[in-house]
């Protein structure tokens, strides 16, 4: 199941997001009624192969699986298709060149040069999948920097480009604001509003990261096509934080 | 540092559970303030090598290392001391016989048959822990059933035997109950009561499983010397279904 | 999924084998038509953290998931039901008491003294499995030395065994002949149908190890309810010795 | 042994593939008589860790190690070199700047720029492995695609490219055709016909990927230097589906 | 190669260790001149899946793989032979039923039970291993213990266990000694000689753990016919140590 | 702790390195008084998972996690970071341009470029560690060809590069000499010096790799700031072969 078939209902997908490299921690999460999750390969501790692990787990279910590149590298971003990744998010692109290699990199000729061989995307996606697999995969370009904002439309041209992800932090960090999960900063917002009216315009899809229910809850509402909330790595911590808590606490 | 220096504080020891085999999700849980972390070998989705892993990231902080193993086996046991458990959790102990066998695993003779090899240990414990181990490592007899409740005393008064763990879950279903977190149920109570007085009376340790921090507290507060709350899979699981329901909610 | 449902239908469920301790072997396999695949622990260069990635894989399609655990050993039987294996086959069952030890560690009380934690398996079969798992679990006895062929019909009466596994190989070492694939030998065959007999007489399943598809039909043609056939080890062998035999042959 | 020993015979190398990240694998492919092993980082699911298990297992035969990097990228082949690979393959080698980075990479000053630290290959190759390594390495430039078609003699004529590869998928869809085994199409048996005869013209070596033996045997007689058929993946695949089609045939 | 190829040159085969779960670190060992090394499943940080690649690389290079398993346990004992050991340490062998048990599992009918899967042994040691496995393979028995001592004829006198290991450390614990490497107490050295005496008034190897090449050059001496020498995890320290030290020194 | 306390204490950091994948590997180097250790993911068989493994047993001591990058690439820079690196050493920083990208990787903006999410390092070193990441990271250009050190002055200017970091080896190769430890060739010490002056004149900190304690003396009294001893693989290979060497010694 790709992300256009939730679409296809005219939501906003839920997405969830993986940062501990281990299979049933994916798996776990994968029952939890989220539309798709992320494999992260950039900040999340999880490289290639734990990615497979972790896309094995996740097509135990009907969650569209998805990962985050750890950069614009042609490579990567084929084996995580290949793989069996639906959608690709790359971080930090910054130029047309940018998104014009990830685009490139994302699809079969003649539409792109993704090299051919879908080794596990085969099994996982159906035997049909090298000739539908064009029209089922997302690429998103991350747009978290200032110099992305000034050449966003730019971007969001680029054919094969099916969307912008927002990220809230490295966007702060270049704007000059500290990082902060789910900002309430005007400029942050004045940014996130900007990005997804040029998304709109383009016909493109527009996604955000974001650190709760509630501000993703206000993002799918102002039409955003896909909100991430949380990580198995901060559900963790964030539990047992409050366990912790109330165990210590003085009645 | 072992459990005898958090008990020197006359406190229980606030214990959290590892089920995933993965050493992040364990370096995680090792920041949120427990006293001691258990590397479940036995339900959790862990074996040997990922106890190491596990083990290695719970020794970047002073949280006192445990591990379930997952059967009374001397070879196992061992190998969770010399990988640098400080306390050693087995399941299942439903005889005297059963009893003797785990404490001579547990240490070096002459109080038992534990082989020399301590690898691990000495490094994170240092290299006088030959002398001190068999001062510092705790054997937890688990009391889980039916069996084991008839002939309790035997069991306590086994010598290396420095305490009790009890499982609720199975002893439910041995006693004819279902298996369910934070029992209510009399039978229950009861014999979580009784189980802590002949603890008591043998001056060994107490330990139970439970399923929240309220429960734990009141076990604590009972008398109980170790008290386990949640575990790293339950907290993704509670945190990423709270986060999926918050969102979905209609409001 | 569990064997019963395709026993439901009056047919010998079809295994394979897995010996090559990888998610991704696994899954290919588990795309090309078996009803169900068993995870060997025993012969197989698999041990539990690789069961753990194979039975995942094995999870992202219907297939039955099974183990062949190294040894009656009640901790590796438990913590491969509570990895997601519906059915565990047992090697050298050649005593009574050798199949009371392994009914007693398939279900739980008060059938049996399985440990309750079925980690896994409550994803990967449902919120409800603990209720029906000493239902749609199956308890495979080996049956593969004289020994055992001695005392077969106490071993068949034990309750909570569900069937005979016969291991062909060893059987013929036992019975002083030589370890062989699908064996022509009358006393093999004799002991097969001896085999095949009692287990019927006492309402039991009988399953079978073959190297073929035909001899493994001949034998659920006479009334095996389980056969195997291949492994992806020696499915890797044969082709490729085969390809190469034919690039190498002379015109 | 590198290639080279091989071509000293006057033959060409049938080359199998490697597409699971499991030593076992890799080792049961090792024995059925191969001259050399690739090891696909590309397409394969495999990472760098797993390639060196992988070539540790060739290791244990005198199979020629062959590694088939994801992407062109110095850091990874010289990994590759490292880890005991005495030929690489790199994938969509389009442009003779291309080709100069894949050159520079393998080769040591004053040929090239590879880093100096073969850290395993000195212990699979021999103590003088340092200063034999420029002679016994074999560099290919995968051509498969129209653009690399156009300037082929460039790629050809670059000092420290060995040979070219054929990689008939990619090349038929940038092409315009379907991706096809062993394919027929007029257009691209000239292309191959083309590069072949482009590659003894520039004095470099020609391989080919195929999918049967029948196919590579042709390629073979044609003058290819190096032929691959098959996979690990593939004769999994192939000998199960055979079994099971076996089995469920009607008689 | 087995040990017999050594002893059939009259000579102690020189014996290294292996503690560390790297098939890289055991490669680096393999090549260093020993006769033979062994994988510690019981001491070093190393599990099966570990030992699987250890004996991979070993498997490069001519040097004679051995395991230690971690207990008395046919299901690990006889894992370690399928993947390829060609001789088993068993630790703490106290009792002739206890070396009943080892050599049982160690040959297959009708010397013995070991279940017939010789899957990667015979890979290593060539397709007819399953024949010559009972000649070749090596059982030794490890006397470490005062309880092992006083039944050591009817050890030593046990069908199928082909030798004697002496473990100092637990031998020196259980006489009321320090473990200490290469001891000099007139008990222990007692010990050693009464040992050698019986085994070789049996007919049997004996062989001993060394912390030295001079003790071991001197146990050698005196006829054991196997001695081990350091092992990867020591020389790592040792050597990093003496640097450290180096560099910190005043001149 | 990061590399600039040492550096408060006026003396050079003595910097053990780490090229076998494991972690207890690791633990054990460090554990031998280094100051820092470096995981080296260029030569090194290691990858980015055994970095995280190798990185956490380095967080169990005080000991200063330094990673060597494989290649000038913004992605494992920044992942290496991510999972605990306090410093960086980037292999064949050849130009100006070279130095800005691996600047730019360091340092969160305005300073750089790196993204954020700290994942590991925020429990490694601190929750304040996004706020003090930019002060307490070291950028190490490699300094080892002719063709940088035609533009050293260029380098060594480069915002952001906190210092250079000499191998001999492939400086050695690229100015037409042979890769030796601790070289004596006047070219090469001049080349030392020269690096050496031209890094103190700008203000930068100078590291170089050597063989030996009292060669990293001498280079350390020179006033290099961090100097490199041994490896891990390195103290196996020599201790092991020394003991070999002494066993088999002729007396
Ligand atoms: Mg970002
Ligand atoms: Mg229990
Ligand atoms: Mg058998
Ligand atoms: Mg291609
Ligand atoms: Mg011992
Ligand atoms: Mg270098």
Same mark, same amino acid.
């Given at each position: 199941?790709?992300?256009?078939?939730?679409? =296809?209902?005219?939501?906003?997908?839920?997405?969830?997001?993986?940062?501990?490299?281990?299979?049933?921690? #994916?798996?776990?999460m994968?029952h939890q009624g989220w539309?798709?999750?992320?494999?992260?390969?950039?900040?999340?501790?999880?490289?290639?192969?734990?990615?497979?692990? &972790?896309?094995?787990?996740? $097509?135990?279910?009907?969650?569209?699986?998805?990962?985050?590149?750890?950069?614009?590298?042609?490579?990567?971003? &084929?084996?995580?298709?290949?793989? $069996?990744?639906?959608?690709?998010?790359?971080?930090?692109?910054?130029?047309?060149?940018?998104?014009?290699?990830?685009?490139? =990199?994302?699809?079969?000729?003649?539409? $792109?040069?993704?090299?051919?061989?879908?080794?596990?995307?085969?099994?996982?996606?159906?035997?049909?999948?090298?000739?539908?697999?064009?029209?089922?995969?997302?690429?998103?370009? &991350?747009?978290?920097?200032?110099?992305?904002?000034?050449?966003?439309?730019?971007?969001?041209?680029?054919?094969?480009?099916?969307?912008?992800?927002?990220?809230?932090?490295?966007?702060?960090?270049?704007?000059?604001?500290?990082?902060?999960?789910?900002? /309430?900063?005007?400029? &942050?917002?004045?940014?996130?509003?900007?990005?997804?009216?040029?998304?709109? @315009?383009? $016909?493109?899809? =527009?996604?955000? @990261?974001?650190?709760?229910?509630?501000?993703?809850?206000?993002?799918?509402?102002?039409?955003?096509?896909?909100? /991430?909330?949380? #990580?198995?790595?901060?559900?963790?911590?964030?539990?047992?934080?409050?366990?912790?808590?109330?165990?210590?606490?003085?009645?």
């Open positions: 199941m790709s992300l256009n078939r939730i679409w =296809a209902e005219n939501r906003a997908a839920l997405n969830g997001w993986l940062a501990i490299p281990d299979g049933f921690a #994916s798996e776990i994968a539309d798709s999750l992320t494999v992260d390969l950039q900040h999340g501790v999880v490289d290639y192969a734990a990615a497979v692990r &972790m896309l094995t787990a996740i $097509g135990t279910t009907d969650v569209v699986p998805v990962v985050r590149v750890p950069w614009l590298d042609p490579g990567i971003i &084929m084996k995580s298709l290949d793989a $069996g990744a639906l959608a690709v998010i790359c971080p930090m692109i910054n130029t047309a060149a940018d998104a014009r290699v990830l685009a490139d =990199a994302m699809r079969y000729a003649p539409q $792109g040069g993704r090299s051919y061989g879908p080794i596990r995307a085969s099994f996982a996606h159906g035997a049909d999948y090298p000739k539908r697999a064009n029209e089922i995969v997302t690429a998103f370009a &991350m747009i978290e920097t200032k110099q992305a904002m000034a050449v966003l439309d730019d971007i969001l041209a680029t054919p094969g480009i099916d969307g912008v992800y927002v990220g809230p932090n490295d966007l702060a960090l270049t704007l000059g604001l500290a990082p902060q999960f789910d900002p /309430t900063h005007r400029t &942050m917002l004045d940014a996130f509003d900007h990005i997804l009216a040029r998304a709109k @315009h383009h $016909g493109k899809r =527009a996604a955000i @990261h974001t650190g709760s229910a509630g501000y993703a809850k206000t993002m799918a509402t102002k039409g955003f096509d896909l909100v /991430t909330v949380g #990580s198995d790595a901060r559900f963790i911590a964030a539990g047992a934080a409050a366990e912790v808590a109330a165990f210590r606490a003085r009645d």
